[in-house]
């Protein structure tokens, strides 16, 4: 609990609303209380806009949080955390190359480097796309030059083939891989079920992370057409990307079919965990896993510049429990 920043956005919601502090603060511990909703939802969700009904269908970081405690087995997290360990387990569905630096002979590492001349560079542990590199061996004296980089104090690394993405996705921006965030829930039955999907798509940077300058956009997850425009996290709007002028709002995804076959199948490998956030990427060998989260964020899900009928996705939760 921080009480400063807390007190920041009871005074930014005061000054944009002209409502009391005292009663946004109140309000606030409503919302706590009633829907599990901190001060950071109550500000990012603009909950000081909305009825009691139309609060009641977000789910929130306390509703969130519930989800991972009764779905997810935290002895298991370690599975999601290590991309070595992800990439190996789930190696059937990301149908590319890897290596991780340190546990393998320099031999091998260099064979690598030498079969696969540009190359990703990941963080064995690492979150938000943070270290990630686009390593290409021709802006490098030799490979022994970055074999030393790769093992210098403090690196480890997990090296991964280049992913090449489908021509339609990649018009969208080709600096990056963009991939769509799908998350399921596997019920009590052992059934698999699509809650909600988004689309990232990045913006100057490798990576599409929404907390690494990336964008998203939410997507139909029965049809694969994104749903509207996409917002970065300064709340700038795009109806077409600032790079490439691409369309986003309107676009379908190819092949969306087997990217839900994809994730539903994926959801059945670790039984003890079973609420994911799986990024699939639509690549010129079809859709793959990009990663799994086994803390799927709820924050971008529900947007107020996407939520347009004040309408969160705790429903489509429900629905799923139900079932």
């Known amino acids: 609990m921080d009480y400063k920043t807390m007190l920041n956005k009871i005074n930014s919601i005061h000054k944009k609303t002209g409502k009391s502090r005292i009663n946004i603060f109140n309000d606030m511990r409503k919302c706590a209380v009633k829907y599990g909703a901190g001060y950071a939802d109550y500000d990012l969700f603009e909950m000081y806009n909305l009825t009691d009904e139309e609060r009641d269908t977000y789910i929130t970081r306390g509703r969130n949080n519930d989800l991972v405690k009764k779905y997810n087995n935290p002895e298991f997290n370690h599975v999601f955390r290590n991309k070595t360990e992800f990439n190996t387990l789930f190696k059937d569905f990301i149908k590319r190359d890897f290596i991780e630096v340190n546990k393998s002979s320099k031999e ?17 542990i690492g979150t938000c796309g943070k270290g990630i590199e686009k390593i290409d061996t021709k802006n490098y004296q030799s ?3 970055i074999y030393a980089y790769l093992t210098g104090e403090d690196r480890n690394y997990e090296l991964e083939e280049l992913i090449i993405q489908d021509d339609t996705v990649s018009k969208i921006y080709p600096g990056s891989i963009n991939t769509v965030r799908i998350v399921t829930i596997v019920d009590d039955d052992g059934t698999p079920h699509i809650i909600c999907a988004y689309f990232r798509i990045g913006n100057g940077k490798y990576v599409d992370n929404f907390n690494s300058g990336g964008m998203v956009a939410p997507v139909n997850e029965e049809t694969g057409e994104v749903m509207d425009k996409a917002i970065d996290k300064k709340k700038n709007l795009y109806a077409y990307h600032p790079a490439t002028n691409a369309q986003i709002k309107g676009f379908i995804f190819p092949d969306w079919d087997k990217a839900l076959k994809l994730v539903k199948e994926a959801s059945k490998v670790v039984k003890e965990m079973r609420y994911i956030g799986w990024d699939v990427c639509f690549s010129n060998k079809g859709p793959i896993l990009v990663e799994g989260n086994e803390y799927p964020g709820h924050d971008i899900y529900q947007l107020p510049e996407h939520t347009h009928d004040h309408y969160g996705i705790w429903p489509k939760f429900t629905k799923a429990f139900k079932k």
């Open 108 to 124: 091998d590492v260099l064979k690598f480097m030498k079969k696969h001349p540009i190359f990703m560079a990941k963080p064995v």
């Open 143 to 145: 490979l022994e030059e």
